[in-house]
């Protein structure tokens, strides 16, 4: 699977938008953008995913760069529980593989 | 109902012993994994397993052993534990043939090898 970069960390106010960003740019065509996050203590939840178009699900936004080498996942109004890590993480839909590879992350603090 | 459970949360062992956490999962899905992430917060694939096939990460120790009495579980057994086998263990599940493949985790079993 393709490598993806984040910011190792990012702080938002609470109600306010929050914008995490992430490049891909070996990304391949058949590669799907996913996107998890870990609260403390928690073990991984999955947020959303796309290919080439934007995204809408009850909990965040994924907007997809046109050439697809980058993408965000956009929280529309911060609250104090979504202070978690935050991964993107690329996975080819013909892969033989399973797995999720994670990164890094973007620890997200969400302030008060 | 919880979706995939791990038992048991925190497990405190010696050196040497031999151990096994358990996961069970309840959605029905065809595949589960194990998943460690270590003191740097780094989580790293295992296994990954269904009936049919089972893909382990050859950075695995052969000391760990995922074992699978039915498609609702996958068992991790590790063999002469070490210090550096310290570290929370999470199991996840997934339905192949998902075109997005999400994975749902388990709530993570907290080892620590004195």
């Known amino acids: 699977d393709a490598k993806t970069t984040q910011p190792n960390s990012m702080e938002s106010n609470e109600e306010e938008p929050v914008h995490l960003p992430c490049n891909h740019s070996t990304i391949s065509g058949t590669d799907y953008i996913h996107w998890y996050r870990q609260l403390p203590s928690q073990g991984p939840e999955y947020v959303i995913h796309?290919?080439?178009s934007n995204v809408n699900n009850r909990m965040a936004s994924l907007a997809i760069a046109e050439d697809r080498k980058s993408s965000t996942l956009i929280l529309h109004r911060a609250t104090l529980r979504d202070a978690a890590v935050y991964y993107c993480?690329?996975?080819?839909?013909?892969?033989?593989?399973?797995?999720?590879?994670f990164g890094s992350g973007t620890q997200l603090t969400v302030l008060p | 109902d919880t979706a995939v459970s791990q038992t048991p949360k925190y497990l405190v062992t010696q050196m040497g012993n031999d151990k096994s956490i358990k996961c069970e999962q309840n959605?029905?899905?065809?595949?589960m994994y194990w998943y460690k992430q270590d003191s740097k917060k780094f989580l790293k694939i295992m296994f990954s397993y269904n009936n049919k096939e089972l893909i382990i990460n050859e950075t695995v120790p052969n000391r760990f052993s995922p074992k699978s009495p039915d498609k609702a579980h996958l068992n991790l057994h590790i063999n002469s534990l070490e210090l550096g086998d310290s570290a929370v263990y999470f199991c996840?599940?997934?339905?192949?043939?998902?075109?997005?493949?999400?994975?749902?985790f388990g709530p993570g079993t907290r080892l620590t090898v004195l």
């Open positions: 996840a599940s997934s339905q192949r043939g998902s075109s997005y493949n999400e994975q749902f």
């Open positions: 993480i690329l996975r080819d839909v013909y892969g033989s593989a399973r797995q999720l590879t």
């Open positions: 796309g290919l080439t």
């Open positions: 959605l029905g899905h065809d595949t």
